[in-house]
Structure formats: C-alpha cells, structure tokens
Nanobody, 115 residues
Framework: QVQLVESGGGLVQPGGSLRLSCVSS????????MAWYRQAPGKQRELVAD???????NYADSMKGRFTISRDNAKNTVYLQMNSLKPEDTAVYYC?????????WGQGTQVTVSS
C-alpha cells in the first residue's frame, strides 16, 4: 500500500529555515508527481509546490523565491527547503501524490514560525 511519511517540522523563528522530507513506499516513486500542501488553522489546504517525474517544479506565488522542492528518486524522497520563514507559514505541511485519480496523503508535519 502507498505510504507517505513526513518529517522535519518544528518551531523556528521568523527568517529561519527548515527542510521537510517525505519518504514514500508502495509506489514506483520516480514516475509520479509529488507535491507539498499545507493547512493553517481555520483555512483550507493549499498547494505549496509540486515536482514532476521530469523534475519540473511549480510553486504557489507566495512561496516563490523562498521555498524549493526537490526529489531524490534513489531514496524515494521529496524535500521542501523553506527559507525566510514568516509567521504566516505556520501550518501543518502534507506530502501528496495522485495515482489513478486518487490522492494519497501523509500524516503531516507541524511547522510553527514564531519568536
């Protein structure tokens, strides 16, 4: 079965950095687009960034220039490097992939940006 396991969240001060990781199993990782979403309290889940099997990337406007998505197919892992973090980046961050029109999600990792 498909499993996505995120890690790397935590508490960071404004302006700081974090790197999230998502390890997948149960899929041929290299052929699927992988994505990061986030959900802040009281808000809808939103796309942060995604990366295709061909390494093409796409970012939400508010993350461009601050966040970088990457993948290591040998490790079945997708990463999200987050720099210049702001309090409004506080959210639960989820790893996602879509296979045959079905979405798969990890359990999420909490990112809190606060002084």
């Amino acid at each position: 079965q498909v499993q996505l396991v995120e890690s790397g969240g935590g508490l960071v001060q404004p302006g700081g950095s974090l790197r999230l990781s998502c390890v997948s199993s149960g899929i041929i990782f290299s052929i699927y687009t992988m994505a990061w979403y986030r959900q802040a309290p009281g808000k809808q889940r939103e796309l942060v960034a995604d990366i295709t099997s061909g390494m093409n990337t796409n970012y939400a406007d508010s993350m461009k220039g601050r966040f970088t998505i990457s993948r290591d197919n040998a490790k079945n892992t997708v990463y999200l490097q987050m720099n210049s973090l702001k309090p409004e980046d506080t959210a639960v961050y989820y790893c996602n992939t879509r296979i045959r029109m079905r979405d798969y999600w990890g359990q999420g990792t909490q990112v809190t940006v606060s002084s």
